[in-house]
């Protein structure tokens, strides 16, 4: 008989690893028993199972979509469709997750359901690229599960096909892809998809990644790719599209940082790079990362925003900053307050670019005829009553001014923008709170513009920009909007609004409400540190 192999004694180190997370589970199982939850693994594999044993493709017209946040809205590029997929809705005491499949039709302003068998479980935060190839079909990567009481994440890594031509979902196994992640991007580039960057959090630690892959639509391969230049540092919730030219553009992002123990920082990101593959490179594996230089109206400091490319630019909508002095300290997220924490944006910019340089300009809305005409009216009679004042005002200033920024008004194509040189504040921008303060709520209502929010959906299709939903802070509620809105990219006169946005009619359970019944009972609850999310 041969000698049995002996065991590789393992370190200490490797011991109290173990022993720590084998604790952490007992743990954890005790607290899900306490809640009447499972495990999240074993809720996705119930959802699997049921998805499994459905047999028959069910197609519906349905009402709009509920309230949900991290879903994704992506236009068909030959149908006068634009379909959503997934995404969750968190009414302040739990959390519901969704895996939907809905068709808004814009010439009929229809809503369909598909429902498919086996489908992909529910998830948030993920990313879809829709391609014309096999008859159509929607591409889903990553995102992420949330328990009912947000005491659980799991991220997945599934790939995931649905073709149109046939209603079925088709779940695509090809090892070698990128981690477990949320809060990532994707694109559709020739016949890759390219995936960029992203999240995954435990619960005990938050990574985030700045790696790139691409997956081969023909060979069903991933790829790591090879990259030259400077490489953006790791981050979600960043912009990342097509560019005119053919290069895919990188803005932004969020990533946390941490100051010391149980307290971090968030950072916002505002830089801007290209992503290419390199010149004479057939297998498309080698790929150059270059920095765009920004000049213009760059908007101020903020994540979340929504973007979309419309013909010759790239526009991008809205987003969110954390007010001054705000940082995550678990101390204090039990604080109650009325103020908002956060700053929240409704603005619509152009990113026009030359070469390796983009030029923000923010978009002026022209407003409808009639609305126009009532302006110009009231706007003359203003200016007769005030010419006096304007007048003496005037002498009375210092000869010597320091010199004014100048604003050039520039037609290009379908959008008219504002550029102004010369103003920038120290984060580099010049736009957001400090750009038309006194006429925001005036324009807000001339132009109906979409309210303030962020990771709202965004897309351009036929001419049009379609907007739809995005969450807001207000008081203690973290709302989630579910309107629609579009805009004309010809005539920009207006917003004109598919869904109103009702936010009376929005559902919020208030947690201390919940808890009171178990809180006279004696039973201790716990929840955990809620983060604004900007995925």
Not at 32 to 45: P, V
Not at 54 to 68: E, F, H
Not at 258 to 277: A, I, N, Y
Not at 301 to 320: E, N, P, W, Y
Request: proline share 4%.
């Amino acid at each position: 008989m041969g000698k049995k192999d002996k065991k590789v004694k393992k370190k200490g180190a490797e011991k109290t690893a173990e022993k720590t997370e084998k604790k952490l589970k007992q743990k954890n199982k005790k607290n899900l028993a306490e809640k009447g939850e499972d495990d999240i693994e074993d809720i996705i594999k119930q959802i699997e199972e049921e998805e499994k044993r459905r047999k028959d493709v069910v197609i519906k017209n349905v009402d709009a979509p509920s309230q949900r946040s991290g879903f994704t809205m992506t236009p068909h590029p030959e149908n006068p469709e634009i379909i959503f997929f997934g995404g969750e809705f968190y009414n302040g005491s739990r959390t519901s997750m969704f895996s939907d499949l809905l068709i808004y039709n814009t010439k009929r302003n229809s809503w369909t359901q598909i429902s498919s068998p086996a489908g992909p479980p529910p998830r948030s935060s993920h990313q879809a690229a829709l391609v014309t190839r096999g008859g159509g079909q929607l591409w889903i990567f990553g995102g992420e599960y949330t328990s009912p009481t947000e005491s659980q994440f799991y991220h997945y890594k599934d790939l995931w096909c649905y073709h149109f031509s046939s209603k079925r979902w088709e779940k695509v196994s090809a090892p070698g892809g990128p981690s477990g992640r949320s809060g990532h991007r994707m694109v559709n580039y020739k016949q890759f998809l390219i995936v960029f960057g992203g999240f995954h959090d435990n619960l005990r630690d938050c990574r985030y990644f700045n790696d790139l892959y691409s997956f081969d639509m023909d060979n069903r391969v991933w790829k790591d790719l090879e990259c030259t230049g400077p490489t953006p540092s790791p981050r979600s919730a960043f912009q990342f599209l097509l560019a005119p030219d053919g290069r895919i553009c990188l803005y932004g992002g969020y990533c946390k940082q941490k100051l010391k123990k149980d307290v971090e920082k968030g950072l916002v990101h505002t830089d801007m790079f290209f992503l290419s593959p390199m010149k004479h490179d057939e297998t498309l594996t080698k790929w150059r990362w270059q920095n765009v230089k920004q000049v213009g109206l760059r908007a101020s400091l903020r994540t979340g925003l929504s973007s979309a490319l419309v013909k010759d630019r790239i526009v991008m909508f809205g987003g969110v900053c954390d007010k001054e002095g705000d940082e995550e300290d678990p101390e204090d997220s039990d604080d109650e307050g009325v103020e908002d924490s956060a700053l929240f944006y409704n603005e619509l910019y152009s990113i026009h670019f030359d070469g390796e340089r983009a030029t923000w300009s923010m978009v002026n809305y022209t407003g409808k005829r009639e609305d126009r005409k009532k302006e110009e009216e009231t706007a003359v009679g203003d200016k007769e009553e005030n010419c006096d004042e304007v007048k003496k005002m005037e002498d009375m200033s210092i000869e010597t001014q320091p010199e004014e920024p100048k604003t050039l008004t520039v037609e290009s194509g379908a959008f008219t923008v504002s550029s102004t040189i010369g103003l920038q504040d120290q984060n580099g921008s010049g736009g957001g709170e400090n750009s038309k303060n006194g006429d925001d709520k005036k324009d807000s209502k001339l132009f109906n513009i979409p309210t303030p929010r962020f990771n709202a959906g965004l897309v351009y299709k036929s001419g049009k920009l379609y907007l739809y939903g995005g969450m807001v802070e207000t008081g203690d509620k973290d709302l989630t909007l579910c309107d629609f809105h579009w805009l004309d990219t010809h005539k920009l006169d207006a917003w004109n609004t598919i869904i109103e946005n009702d936010q009376q009619k929005m559902e919020w359970v208030a947690e201390d409400d919940d808890l009171s019944d178990e809180d006279s009972e004696g039973e201790e609850d716990s929840e955990g540190e809620e983060d604004m999310d900007t995925e």
